[in-house]
């Protein structure tokens, strides 16, 4: 499958993440995440090397429909992780189900209807996001992602005329 890392070093809440490795195909329904530069971002794994998530601010600075895309687009050269988490609500091929019924769905919004929100609503039923709940609850850790989205904007205009889209992989 990949290898195992600490994703928090404080023993109470000390959870291991799985790094998917080159050919390595995880369980349907898992939760995926894969590293920005100001935020984490979530996707469902459907089957067949694709994942389901929210394309806002995935690729670029402005919303974007749930879509399915494979893995190396979603990735976008960042590593992959299985999230680790609390026991989903729904069996596995309902929760692909529940990702799918999904796409085409353009309403995201950064506070209210995100990537991580989506898988959430995938796994458990409920919308929530706990990179949204840090940057209301912490200052610091607010103005740490603000400083990491306005490089974000500086590299994607930067780079834009040379980036093809993957959506519809």
């Known amino acids: 499958m990949g290898h195992a890392t600490i994703a928090s070093r404080t023993p109470a809440a000390m959870q291991v993440r799985w790094h998917l490795g080159v050919g390595s195909e995880p369980a349907l329904g898992a939760h995926l995440v894969t590293p920005r530069r100001a935020y984490s971002h979530h996707g469902i794994y459907v089957g067949k090397g ?14 974007g429909p749930v879509e399915e895309v494979t893995i190396a687009c979603f990735a976008a050269g960042h590593e992959v992780w299985i999230e680790p988490g609390d026991r989903p609500g729904y069996a596995d091929r309902q929760i692909v189900e529940r990702a799918r019924s999904r796409l085409g769905e353009n309403r995201y919004r950064l506070f209210t209807n995100n990537c991580e929100h989506f898988c959430a609503w995938c796994l458990y039923g409920q919308s929530r996001s706990e990179q949204v709940r840090a940057c209301l609850t912490y200052p610091r850790a607010a103005m740490s992602a603000a400083v990491g989205l306005f490089k974000m904007s500086i590299d994607y205009f930067a780079a834009s005329a040379g980036n093809p889209s993957c959506a519809g992989s």
Do not use: I, P, T, W
């Open 50 to 63: 694709k994942v389901v998530h929210y394309a806002g601010l995935a690729r670029s600075l402005h919303r």
